[in-house]
T-cell receptor
Framework: EDQVTQSPEALRLQEGESSSLNCSYTVSGLRGLFWYRQDPGKGPEFLFTLYSAGEEKEKERLKATLTKKESFLHITAPKPEDSATYLCAVQATGFQKLVFGTGTRLLVSP | NAGVTQTPKFRVLKTGQSMTLLCAQDMNHEYMYWYRQDPGMGLRLIHYSVGEGTTAKGEVPDGYNVSRLKKQNFLLGLESAAPSQTSVYFC?????????????????FGPGTRLTVT
């Protein structure tokens, strides 16, 4: 069964304090790994798709990386507006469905 | 371009009542999905559709029905609401990045419907 585990559940950072969020996965065959951002009371917002081990993608202060067993979302010099829940999801080969993790709640204090 | 829209935004039902949630997308996406999101459980797939006139069961389909009569709309019905269906419901749509099942399916989400069943 395909599974996604995210850690930590919650993370509190000071503005400018860099850190990483982890997404561990087990999947029969990985077609893609996705990162989303979700603000309170809103729907998830698509950030990145990673396709194969070694791949990296960047957007502003966020960089996502992928290995064969996990993905990391690195946040460099975060700002309070980066506060949100970050969700990870995987798509298995041959399926149109995504399996989501439960997310990491990030709070960045000024 | 409105993207994915959902109506209503909030609803309170009594046990046993029925209702329909409407999802609409203007991106010409083939695939559409209904999820529920509960604290500590993450997003769980209820039903999905890979094209007009098609539907399929997801992870938690019991107590829900869906219809996709038009490509741009995906309806989620609760025939007899139960307190266990209190949740936030999200609709999403996607398109394949390449032909067939070899593609990836970035999903784009609506703003959600908060449903409370008393």
């Amino acid at each position: 069964e395909d599974q996604v585990t995210q850690s930590p559940e919650a993370l509190r950072l000071q503005e400018g304090e860099s850190s990483s969020l982890n997404c561990s996965y087990t999947v029969s065959g990985l077609r893609g790994l996705f990162w989303y951002r979700q603000d309170p009371g809103k729907g998830p917002e698509f950030l990145f798709t990673l396709y194969s081990a070694g791949e990296e993608k960047e957007k502003e202060r966020l960089k996502a990386t992928l290995t064969k067993k996990e993905s990391f979302l690195h946040i460099t010099a975060p700002k309070p507006e980066d506060s949100a829940t970050y969700l990870c999801a995987v798509q298995a080969t041959g399926f149109q469905k995504l399996v989501f993790g439960t997310g990491t709640r990030l709070l960045v204090s000024p | 371009n409105a993207g994915v829209t959902q109506t209503p935004k909030f609803r309170v039902l009594k046990t046993g009542q029925s209702m329909t949630l409407l999802c609409a997308q203007d991106m010409n996406h083939e695939y559409m999905y209904w999820y529920r999101q509960d604290p500590g459980m993450g997003l769980r797939l209820i039903h999905y559709s890979v094209g007009e006139g098609t539907t399929a069961k997801g992870e938690v389909p019991d107590g829900y029905n869906v219809s996709r009569l038009k490509k741009q709309n995906f309806l989620l019905g609760l025939e007899s609401a139960a307190p266990s269906q209190t949740s936030v419901y999200f609709c999403a749509s996607s398109y394949p990045t390449s032909l067939g099942l070899a593609g990836t399916y970035e999903q784009y989400f609506g703003p959600g419907t908060r449903l409370t069943v008393t």
